[in-house]
């Protein structure tokens, strides 16, 4: 029953959005907001080497951090547990699957912040940063383009469509920023004497902020992948993963490369392997 009532709620969706963008009055709009907006003069097309690379570590950690930070909040009787090497008297000690949802949000956090600098050294921010009040409208159109199934022209090695833009900046700049924020207030690195820091800062809100921070993750990882592979899957893994502006399967091939070696990251992270490699910065106890 739920099912059915989804697809009757997509279907009403479909069927008045055509509605919409059948109107005299929505067509000139559209007409005079396309979907995009031309970026400022002195943008470079295509994906360098570093966005192909950082793109392909990012889904790499985050696939790693959403499994393991799910493990975190349901998990109810730790299989090990971590403790720093400079604890005493069992400072510090986490179970181990919070050393490695942490560890991996280190190496996240690390890997995010290489990202935004070169965006802005290399002048890629322009693609992901809207520079014009017109991607407000554009976005809006592209939107009724998507939800009326006649989905905008994709170009993704030139310009991405508004609605795209506004999902990259929002992921990169807001998203990212709260899962950190609100990961290290839930963290042993949150000063436990900051009584009025805590105060102003309760762990409860950084929870209940958390946690829908990762369901958008989820859900933007999921709608993402669904329109590489819906709206010309050879020449979208192209983009990314070869640099390439051309229709083949050498980006499928690494893309596919890439997928092995998250899969099997996923499968390694076992409590066997990761006590080991625990063991190197503390020491690992069964309780």
Do not use: C
């Amino acid at each position: 029953m739920g099912g059915l009532a989804l697809l009757l709620a997509a279907l009403l969706v479909v069927v008045t959005a055509t509605w919409l963008v059948n109107l005299p009055a929505m067509r000139d709009f559209m007409t005079t907001y396309p979907g995009e907006y031309h970026l400022p003069e002195g943008v470079v097309a295509g994906f360098p080497a570093w966005v192909q690379w950082q793109h392909f570590f990012n889904a790499f950690l985050i696939v790693l951090i959403i499994r393991s930070g799910l493990q975190v909040r349901t998990e109810q009787k730790p299989s090990a547990y971590w403790t720093p090497r400079w604890s005493k008297n069992g400072q510090g000690k986490i179970s181990l699957a919070l050393w490695f949802h942490q560890s991996l949000d280190i190496l996240w956090l690390l890997n995010g912040i290489l990202f935004v600098v070169m965006l802005f050294v290399t002048g890629h921010w322009m693609r992901i940063v809207p520079t014009s009040w017109e991607v407000f409208p554009n976005a809006l159109s592209a939107a009724l383009q998507y939800l009326s199934l006649n989905w905008p022209t994709e170009n993704g090695w030139v310009n991405y469509n508004s609605l795209q833009q506004l999902m990259y900046f929002i992921t990169v700049f807001i998203a990212a920023p709260l899962a950190a924020l609100t990961g290290v207030r839930m963290s042993g690195v949150w000063p436990k004497n900051a009584k009025t820091l805590s105060k102003l800062y309760p762990v409860e809100l950084a929870r209940a902020i958390h946690f829908p921070v990762m369901l958008f993750f989820s859900a933007f990882i999921l709608v993402h992948v669904a329109l590489v592979f819906a709206t010309g899957a050879l020449r979208n893994l192209n983009h990314m993963y070869a640099g390439r502006d051309v229709v083949n399967w050498t980006g499928f091939w690494i893309f596919f490369a890439s997928l092995v070696v998250i899969i099997g990251g996923w499968i390694a992270a076992r409590p066997f392997v990761l006590a080991q490699i625990a063991k190197l910065s503390g020491k690992v106890t069964a309780r």
